[in-house]
Nanobody, 115 residues
Framework: QVQLVESGGGLVQPGGSLRLSCAVSGGDFSMYTMGWYRQAPGKQRVSVAMITTSGSPNYADSVKGRFTISRDNAKTTVYLEMNSLNPEDTAVYYC?????????WGQGTQVTVSS
């Protein structure tokens, strides 16, 4: 069974930075496309960034130039480096692993950007 555990969320001031981690156990991590999503209160969950099995990243327009997704296949972990955070980035951030028609989610980690 594939399990995903996010960590690294918290409270940060506007302009600050955070690094989220998602540790994956079970399955073959190198075969999964990995993604970060976020869900703000009262809004739908949306894609933030994804990284393919070959390491190619893709970002939502709202985070381009500020967020960086990366993966370490040896540690079976995907990261999301978030810089220049603003209050609109406040949300629960979820990690997702995908392969073919299989999708697995983590439990989420709260990110709050506030002064």
């Amino acid at each position: 069974q594939v399990q995903l555990v996010e960590s690294g969320g918290g409270l940060v001031q506007p302009g600050g930075s955070l690094r989220l981690s998602c540790a994956v156990s079970g399955g073959d991590f190198s075969m999964y496309t990995m993604g970060w999503y976020r869900q703000a209160p009262g809004k739908q969950r949306v894609s933030v960034a994804m990284i393919t099995t070959s390491g190619s990243p893709n970002y939502a327009d709202s985070v381009k130039g500020r967020f960086t997704i990366s993966r370490d296949n040896a540690k079976t972990t995907v990261y999301l480096e978030m810089n220049s955070l603003n209050p609109e980035d406040t949300a629960v951030y979820y990690c997702k692993a995908s392969r073919l028609w299989y999708h697995y989610w983590g439990q989420g980690t709260q990110v709050t950007v506030s002064s």
